[in-house]
Each structure stands twice: as structure tokens, then as C-alpha cells.
């Protein structure tokens, strides 16, 4: 019986070093996503400004003025399509809210934890904890299909390192 808790408890705290990961790898890339869609904001809105001043720009420029300008409309062009499909804002900002999720849960698991620790009954503890183990595993499938719907590869970026460390000892 105490080796099944042992089991049961350590199966909990894989799970809370899982979101721990998993918050950390997605606030990792929810801010690089981030980080993409300001900087294609801006080369948009440089790049407007440098096309807005056509007439300007013609004495820098000369006879080249025009191709130029055709160059930075284009790339404007090509930026706001890339924009518009890869919608990197809305990726972040939900990566954002997933990652959130994990971190509270995570909190929520460790304020659950101590209280089971608290119980007094050893039966009330183990069915506490199978509880745990259960809501922690579906939190974190909910976090992987949440990611997944955001076409972010789920499977590797929230990889358990307990999972990666069966597969090195296997090779």
C-alpha cells in the first residue's frame, strides 16, 4: 500500500514538472510569436511611410525612384499576407492564455498536494491523490489539444522530460 502511494505520488509530481515545462515552453513561444508579428508590423508601417513619400524620395533616388517604390509596395504586400495567414498575434496571445493555464494549475496542484497532506486518514489520502493524478492528466490533454488547435506541434513542443528520458536509456 505505501509503495502503491509512492507510486501515485511521484506519478503527481512528473505531472506537475509537466506543466511547469509546458508553461515555460509556451510563454517561450507565445513571446517569439509575438516578437514576429511586431516586427512585420513595423517593417509594414516603415515601409508605408517610405512609400507615402514617392515624391520625395524621387531627388534621393532619381530614375530608380519607381522601382523602389514597386519593391517596398510588394514587400508590404507580401508582409500583411503573412501576416494575415500565419495570424501570429492571435497565436501568441492564445499561447499566452494556455501557458497562464498551466502555471495555475500547476498552483492549484501544489495548494491540492499540501492539503491531501494534511488529511489525517491514509485511505482518504490515496483517493485523493488517484483524484489528483486524474484531473492533472486531463488539464494537461485539454493544454495539448488547446495547442494543437493553434497548428503548434504539441507532441514536441510540450514533450515530457520523463517520456525523452525512457528514450535515451532505451537507446
Known sequence: MAEERGQVRTMIARRIDELSIAYRALAKKSQNYGRIAITFKICIVVLGAFVAFHDSTSMIFG?????????????????????????????????????????????????????IDATASIDDITAAELEMLDDLDRHFQEIQDQTAALKVNAVQLLASPHSQRRAQLAK
Open 63 to 115: 530614375s530608380a525612384n519607381a522601382v523602389i517604390h514597386l519593391c517596398a509596395s510588394i514587400l508590404i504586400a507580401v508582409l500583411a499576407a503573412l501576416e494575415a495567414a500565419l495570424q501570429l498575434e492571435r497565436k501568441s496571445e492564445r499561447l499566452n492564455i494556455i501557458a497562464t493555464k498551466c502555471r495555475n494549475v500547476k498552483r492549484l496542484a501544489d495548494t491540492k498536494l499540501t492539503k
